[in-house]
């Protein structure tokens, strides 16, 4: 029997984004604490605003670069994180000292180049953490740098405690990357993104289809209509009009353009088309935390 790969989307910081996460299927949503990044969420009362939207199904994750205990009860106080994801140098002695003082699950991340480091941050963290996150160690930021490692170092490995493989995961790799890597759950910021910290609808619900189904969009497409090169060319069309701010939120916009499918390939374009997801209709997403919490309230006064 198939096991489901989970996926966590790091990097949400509008109400938007985290409700496409959560719609399409995400098991984690990741909202960073670290100016220096283009998807830090700067305001406590955004991050609050953003944690309360999110289903009790799905984990709400903090991702901090070395912090400090001040900053970490300011964050936590908002009530929007249920687990921290430590993405700097923090030791195993100061992964262990957050874990007490806040009372959270801690991921800790470890930065990839070759076999040894998967091996170093194993036997250093695996003590200490409860989950361990492997991401590429190339790039200027601590992590939604774009770039992979080579997968094939996780391969076959028995690791004690759960492990997220991140790094470079895009709607076209994230189902080889998993499965090359033997990887659980993955995790995706930068590969689903129309721009530098900008978030696209559209390319996360195409992440979630090709983690779901074990199978990348262009292999679906070129499965169905057998013509990899034509695909392609559409698939740029669509990308480029999908990037467009103001066809974001116009469904009936990306319907017309995935159109084009059934204009080149008739029949076989129409069930490539359903295939991909393109077209579907919005689905509701669960209860929020704070719609819940209104729910019970409002029973407990009747």
């Given at each position: 029997m198939k096991t489901m790969v989970e996926a966590?989307?790091?990097?949400?910081?509008?109400?938007?984004?985290?409700?496409?996460?959560?719609?399409?299927?995400a098991r984690w949503v990741g909202f960073v604490t670290y100016p220096r990044s283009p998807r830090h969420v700067a305001a406590n009362d955004l991050l609050k605003a953003l944690g309360a939207r999110v289903p009790t199904s799905v984990g709400r994750v903090g991702l901090f670069v070395d912090p400090?205990?001040?900053?970490?009860?300011?964050r936590l106080a908002t009530g929007a994180i249920d687990m921290l994801q430590l993405h700097g140098a923090e030791t195993p002695e100061r992964v262990a000292t957050i874990k007490a003082h806040t009372g959270k699950p801690v991921m800790k991340v470890i930065k990839v180049t070759e076999a040894a480091d998967v091996e170093r941050g194993i036997a250093a963290y695996a003590a200490v953490a409860d989950r361990l996150m492997f991401d590429a160690a190339e790039g200027t930021l601590p992590g939604g740098n774009a770039r992979a490692f080579d997968w094939t170092i996780l391969s076959g490995r028995t690791i004690a405690l759960p492990w997220i493989l991140a790094g470079g995961l895009t709607p076209d790799n994230v189902a080889e990357a998993a499965k090359v890597a033997g990887a659980r759950a993955v995790d995706v910021s930068s590969g689903v993104e129309s721009s530098r910290g900008v978030k696209s609808i559209e390319l996360i619900r195409g992440y979630e289809y090709a983690r779901q189904t074990g199978l990348s969009l262009i292999a679906v497409m070129k499965a169905e209509l057998g013509d990899l090169d034509r695909v392609k060319r559409i698939v740029k069309i669509l990308g480029m009009v999908n990037a467009t701010p103001e066809f974001g939120e116009q469904p009936e916009v990306i319907n017309g353009c995935s159109d084009l499918f059934v204009t080149v390939f008739g029949d076989r374009g129409r069930h490539a088309r359903s295939a991909v997801g393109m077209g579907a209709k919005r689905t509701a997403a669960p209860p929020s935390r704070s719609k819940a919490k209104k729910k019970s309230a409002k029973s407990k006064r009747r």
């Open positions: 966590k989307i790091c990097g949400l910081s509008t109400p938007e984004t985290v409700d496409a996460a959560v719609r399409f299927g400090d205990d001040a900053l970490l009860d300011e």
